[in-house]
């Protein structure tokens, strides 16, 4: 919070802070802490498309999980595990952050990605 303060950035703005002769090591040291845009934390959404698996019955609400496990798309899993549905495609899920996803509709699920890096839902093309 210091490193982000009012009084910190008068002080340092000078050029001349801590002395004239450190002052280029202090903006060194000073840019390892500013986060990359790939780290920043950020909420992305979606609507994805489900081909579910035999006659699931989706209820609009209920939770799932992305998950690429198998070979091919990206597979939707119930919360106890259970394999589905699949996705039009294999997402490159990253794993930097949290991937929260419910049955929007019948054939569409609501995901929003919490987390760092640039796109949470690029995919494999064929």
Known sequence: MWLNSVEFF??????????PETANLWWDF???Y?????????????????NWIHVHNPVTGSLMKLWNFEEGNTQILASDGEI???TNYR????EAGIYYANVYDENHLDVTYWGGGITPFEYYSS
């Open 91 to 94: 997402y490159k899920l990253l």
């Open 34 to 50: 500013e986060p990359q845009t790939e780290t920043t934390w950020k909420s992305v959404k979606s609507i994805i498309y489900v």
């Open 30 to 32: 000073i840019k390892e």
């Open 10 to 19: 008068e002080f340092a703005i000078g050029l001349d802070w801590p002395t």
């Open 84 to 86: 589905i549905g699949t």
